[in-house]
T-cell receptor, first 117, second 115 residues
Framework: SAVISQKPSRDICQRGTSLTIQCQVD?????MFWYRQQPGQSLTLIAT?????????ESGFVIDKFPISRPNLTFSTLTVSNMSPEDSSIYLC??????????????FGPGTRLLVL | DAKTTQPNSMESNEEEPVHLPCNHS???????IHWYRQLPSQGPEYVIH???SNVNNRMASLAIAEDRKSSTLILHRATLRDAAVYYC????????????????FGTGTRLKVLA
């Protein structure tokens, strides 16, 4: 299994500013994912971050708006840049582990609740 | 991206079995079928996954149709703590890099368990 922490757990920000969300894992992982979840909605994949390579963004998400860093196998950051109220959401990071019994399994962090005023 | 279709919501009585269906008619031969659930105010958690054969674990059972175009998550005895949104997911290959995948979540089924 994996234990994932995210910082901050929540924040209230002014429009036009940027916020960097940190994701820390207690074991080394290759694949890390960043999702956004708006209230009452499903999860939307923002990007996949492999250590040592540039993040792969999904349609509708661009690096200038959501730059991602992946400096090592246990850590990643997602920055939400030039924020607007439409960016108010829960941001979750996750990792994929290959486990002996369960096979490929995703573990999620607790999420960062962002409110943009 | 691979697509799954689930009912928006279902209800079950406590202590009764629950069958949560999922259609994935565009599934490829090597796609695993994953199920996750999200309890209120928490991140999703893994439930079960399988390829072709039916699978059982301590949380649930997964029944996969012979043509693999549908599957059913079975909770044998629903409890109030099983009230959650259940997601059926297919992994998609991530670009052209072999062996790397992404998970695309559908709308999920909101399960309500009645006491």
């Amino acid at each position: 299994s994996a234990v994932i922490s995210q910082k901050p757990s929540r924040d209230i920000c002014q429009r036009g500013t940027s916020l960097t969300i940190q994701c820390q894992v207690d074991s080394q992982v290759t694949m890390m994912f960043w999702y956004r979840q708006q209230p009452g909605q499903s999860l939307t994949l923002i990007a996949t971050a492999n250590q040592g390579s540039e993040a792969t963004y999904e349609s509708g998400f661009v690096i200038d708006k959501f730059p991602i860093s992946r400096p090592n196998l246990t850590f990643s950051t997602l920055t939400v840049s030039n924020m607007s109220p439409e960016d108010s959401s829960i941001y979750l990071c996750s990792v994929e582990l290959v486990e002996r019994a369960a096979g490929e399994t995703q573990y999620f962090g607790p999420g960062t609740r962002l409110l943009v005023l | 991206d691979a697509k799954t279709t689930q009912p928006n919501s279902m209800e079950s009585n406590e202590e009764e079995p629950v069958h949560l269906p999922c259609n994935h008619s565009t599934i490829s031969g090597t796609d695993y079928i994953h199920w996750y659930r999200q309890l209120p105010s928490q991140g999703p958690e893994y439930v079960i996954h399988g390829l072709t054969s039916n699978v059982n674990n301590r949380m649930a059972s997964l029944a996969i149709a012979e043509d693999r175009k549908s599957s059913t998550l079975i909770l044998h005895r629903a409890t109030l703590r099983d009230a959650a949104v259940y997601y059926c997911i297919l992994r998609d290959p991530l670009g052209t890099t072999s062996g790397t995948y992404k998970y695309i979540f559908g709308t999920g089924t909101r399960l309500k368990v009645l006491a």
